[in-house]
């Protein structure tokens, strides 16, 4: 089945440039969702359809999807963007829904 | 706003069952698609299976096809999820979510925009 690929962990200073990457056989012709999960809380939607930003989600937060890549950007970090990231699509192949492996980003 | 309350913590015995409740509230489509989800202890998360209002259709994951079991109940705007012959590393917060497109027809591209609370599901 489809695999989604993310760097296990990334570790950013505050005020500085996150990318969180996903990356998975031209995953550019699929439309890829991104959600943030807090320790003990339920994941929250930060972008879909690779650059769309739900009401209420900081415009720090953007995406983009080309290729074998799709890239979550979190510019000017803050303590409180600190969480496990996973990227997720729809695999018509398979006809599961499939989420990345996760990247637990730190804020230093 | 719609909101997805989940049923309570539950703590079962290895070969039991567990049935997981979901309900809607605030939804204003006629249509909802309901996801389930699990994270384990340590590990990412994981989609178990899916109800697609478009045609129907209950769709599962090759890894629980044979244990799970979800169902609705539309008077009530209710989903709920059976997980049978449970094991240890069943154990999970078990979660719902909606389902949802921009545009008409989602033709199952889903993304998850709204969870519930999860339920903790110990298996021991």
């Known amino acids: 089945s489809f695999v989604l690929t993310q760097p296990p962990s990334l570790s950013v200073a505050p005020g500085q440039t996150a990318r969180i990457t996903c990356g998975g056989k031209n995953v550019g012709g699929r439309s890829v969702h991104w959600y943030q999960q807090k320790p003990g809380q339920a994941p929250v939607l930060v972008v879909h359809?690779?650059?769309d930003r739900p009401s209420g989600v900081p415009e720090r937060f953007s995406g983009s999807n080309s290729g074998d890549t799709a890239t979550l950007t979190i510019t000017r970090v803050e303590a409180g963007d600190e969480a496990d990231y996973y990227c997720?699509?729809?695999?018509?192949?398979?006809?599961?829904?499939?989420f990345g492996t996760g990247t637990e980003v730190t804020v230093l | 706003q719609v909101q997805l309350v989940q049923s309570g913590a539950e703590v079962k015995k290895p070969g039991a069952s567990v049935k997981v409740s979901c309900k809607v509230f605030?939804?204003?489509?006629?249509?909802?698609?309901i996801h389930w989800v699990r994270h384990s202890p340590g590990k990412g998360l994981e989609w178990m299976g899916s109800?697609?209002?478009?045609?129907?259709?209950?769709i599962y994951a090759e890894k629980f096809q044979d244990r799970v079991d979800l169902t609705e109940d539309k008077s009530t705007v209710t989903s709920y999820m059976q997980l049978s012959n449970l094991r240890s590393e069943d154990t999970a917060v078990y979660y719902c979510a909606r389902g949802y497109c921009v545009g008409g027809v989602c033709y199952r591209e889903y993304f998850l925009d709204y969870w519930g609370q999860g339920t903790l599901v110990t298996v021991s």
């Open positions: 109800f697609d209002p478009e045609d129907g259709e209950f």
């Open positions: 605030g939804n204003t489509h006629t249509k909802v698609s």
């Open positions: 997720q699509v729809w695999d018509t192949d398979s006809e599961h829904y499939v």
């Open positions: 359809d690779d650059s």
